[in-house]
Nanobody, 127 residues
Framework: QVRLMESGGGSVEAGGSLKLSCTSS??????????LGWFRQAPGKEREAVAS???????DYADSVKGRFTISLDRAKNTMYLQMNSLTPEDTATYYC???????????????????WGQGIQVTVSS
């Protein structure tokens, strides 16, 4: 029954940066999650995985964002982040954070069966 909320979205020009944050309504839920990730969905397209980080700090990224996006977790703040640099119009989408407190969750961007999701936040990159 964890409720997640994204923040930090908005509109930027191509080449700009944004940093998204994801916090949980339940204390320590994010800090104690085994699998965490960011997804995005553009209008008319399917949801796609962007980045993931597991409890051990191992990260994984979609090829389209490697070298530009960085996922991180601050357990002390119970917050997950997605630093997005060198943004392009192709990055325009609604971004969702997801977390899973179950130890059997699959690590990496191939996993999508997270038990907790945020409502999404808009990121718009103008050309």
């Amino acid at each position: 029954q964890v409720r997640l909320m994204e923040s930090g979205g908005g509109s930027v020009e191509a080449g700009g940066s944004l940093k998204l944050s994801c916090t949980s309504s339940k204390d320590a839920a994010t800090a104690n999650a085994y699998c965490l990730g960011w997804f995005r969905q553009a209008p008319g397209k399917e949801r796609e995985a962007v980045a993931s980080i597991d409890r051990d700090g191992v990260t994984d990224y979609a090829d389209s964002v490697k070298g530009r996006f960085t996922i991180s977790l601050d357990r002390a703040k119970n917050t997950m982040y997605l630093q997005m640099n060198s943004l392009t119009p192709e990055d325009t989408a609604t971004y969702y954070c997801a977390q899973d407190g179950r130890p059997w969750c699959q690590r990496g961007i191939g996993y999508s069966d997270y038990n907790y999701w945020g409502q999404g936040i808009q990121v718009t990159v103008s050309s």
